[in-house]
C-alpha cells in the first residue's frame, strides 16, 4: 500500500472519530425567537460520562441566576452552571442523561446526535421527544 493511501485512511478514520464527538464549545438557538442564546461547553470525566455548563450568555437573561431549578443547582450562576448531565455515547447518539432548561428548571431526558457542524439535542418526556434544539460548533 503507498504511503498517500494510508495518510489518506488515517485522515479518513480520524476524521470519522471526530465526527462522532461532541467534545468543545456549542452556540445554542432560541426555540422561539431563533436567536443565539449562550455558548455551552461539553466534556467528558472521568466516569466517562459527558457533560456540559453554560460557558457564556449571549443575551442578557431576566436573571443572572437559576432561580426556578429544583436540585443543587438552585440560585447558583447561569454562567458555570452544568446543563447537561451523565450522557453516555452509543455509537453516534449520546443518550441516558438529562438536560437542564434554566428558565423553567425543568429537567428532562436528552439525546445528543451529531451532523456535521450541528447538534441535534432532543428533550424527551416519556419517551417522545417533544423539543429538539439545533446547536452550532464554535470554532
Given at each position: 500500500m503507498s504511503k498517500k493511501l494510508l495518510l489518506s485512511l488515517a485522515f479518513s478514520f480520524i476524521g470519522v472519530l471526530s465526527f462522532a464527538q461532541i467534545e468543545g464549545k456549542w452556540k445554542t438557538i432560541d426555540d422561539e425567537?431563533?436567536?443565539a442564546k449562550s455558548i455551552v461547553e461539553i466534556w467528558?470525566?472521568?466516569d466517562g460520562k459527558y457533560y456540559g455548563k453554560i460557558s457564556q450568555l449571549l443575551i442578557k437573561p431576566e436573571n443572572a441566576n437559576c432561580v426556578k431549578c429544583k436540585d443543587d443547582r438552585k440560585n447558583k450562576p447561569l454562567v458555570g452552571l452544568e446543563i447537561i448531565r451523565g450522557l453516555s455515547k452509543d455509537g453516534n447518539e449520546f443518550s441516558g442523561g438529562t438536560i437542564t432548561n434554566p428558565k423553567d428548571g425543568k429537567s428532562y431526558k436528552t439525546e445528543i446526535v451529531r451532523e456535521g457542524d450541528v447538534l441535534k439535542v432532543k428533550a424527551i418526556i416519556l419517551g417522545i421527544a417533544v423539543k429538539t434544539q439545533?446547536?452550532?460548533q464554535v470554532k
Open positions: 425567537t431563533g436567536k467528558k470525566k472521568s439545533t446547536w452550532h
